[in-house]
């Protein structure tokens, strides 16, 4: 792509890096911003500029949060002895779309994947057990993508609870293997939260 001004060329840059967005998704992007009163731009580089100096992550379920504690977590209605436990903050979002879940959660931040080279280590799974371990949540609700990793990642923590005093379970997916969690429909998710099943009787399954 030829470009007839270095400023344009550097805008197209930057915004192709964001995923999705090939140089044309870019350049026209980048064209509609310049067609737009200067607040817009200003507006939307201030949203992005304070989002990454000031988000916070929640210090209990590691949900992305404007205070300390997020609102759910921070919420005296939504019940404490239930944990629902998710790759990213888009399956709460997903989940709290479905309005049939009313307990907490805890956001691992990715699964294991040994060929992305993410381990135990990179994920909030040490926070997780040390929440099971302080004895308010009586249930764990596994709500990983069935996916090989997310399996693995399922199983890596039902290992490190053996021992403890917890119930867990799967949410029963009436989609295929593989779907990710975020692209499920709302009816067919709340109902496989409803309609969950216990950890153990998903290994045998498989
Ligand atoms: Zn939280």
Redesign the pocket.
């Known amino acids: 792509m030829e470009f007839s001004s270095k400023l344009l060329e550097n805008a197209v840059y930057e915004m192709s890096q964001l995923p999705g967005i090939g140089k044309r998704t870019a350049l026209r992007l980048v064209l509609h911003l310049l067609k737009q009163p200067e607040e817009r731009t200003q507006h939307l580089s201030n949203a992005l500029m304070t989002l990454k100096s000031e988000i916070n992550f929640?210090?209990?379920?590691?949900?992305i949060?404007d205070t300390e504690?997020?609102?759910?977590?921070?919420n005296p209605k939504r019940d404490e002895s239930l944990v629902c436990v998710v790759e990213d903050i888009r399956d709460v979002m997903a989940i709290e779309n479905t309005s049939q879940y009313n307990g907490?959660?805890h956001v691992l931040g990715g699964k294991i994947s040994p060929m992305e080279g993410v381990g135990p280590q990179d994920l909030n799974i040490t926070s997780l057990v040390d929440r099971v371990r302080q004895g308010t949540v009586k249930e764990l609700i596994f709500a990983l993508s069935s996916t090989m990793e997310g399996d693995t990642t399922n199983f890596y923590i039902y290992r490190q609870l053996e021992g403890m005093e917890i119930t867990t379970s799967t949410i029963a997916r009436g989609i295929s293997v593989g779907d990710e969690l975020e692209y499920a429909d709302e009816v067919t998710l709340g109902r496989s939260i409803l309609n969950r099943v216990p950890f153990e009787s998903s290994m045998k399954a498989n």
């Open positions: 929640c210090k209990k379920c590691h949900n949060s504690i997020c609102e759910i977590c921070a907490l959660y």
